[in-house]
């Protein structure tokens, strides 16, 4: 497989190289789409991706054509390893 291929492309053949990585689930806007007033079950810690595997998913992707990610889910934020993330990240931002 030629490693500078763009792996995201659609059904159209349009490359996308933009990758959006959600952090966290908790958030405290309440928007109505995504955490209605009842609620939602969350997620176990223990689900959520480690600074490694987010590491190695971003690393990934850039080297496939991603030029764009962008770090988002509630408050990504909070989420206590985020200096570790981002110092992880940065030469792909």
Sequence with gaps: MDNNKNILQ??????H??????????CNLRCSYCMPEEGVQLS???H????EE???IAKTFVKHG???IRLTGGEPLI?????IILEKLVPFL
């Design 79 to 83: 989420r206590k390893d985020i200096p």
């Design 54 to 56: 987010i590491y190695d």
């Design 17 to 26: 190289a933009y990758l959006r990585i959600s952090l966290i689930e908790r």
């Design 66 to 68: 991603v030029t764009k």
């Design 10 to 15: 659609d059904n159209f053949g349009r490359d």
């Design 48 to 51: 959520l991706m480690t600074y």
């Design 44 to 46: 176990p810690k223990s």
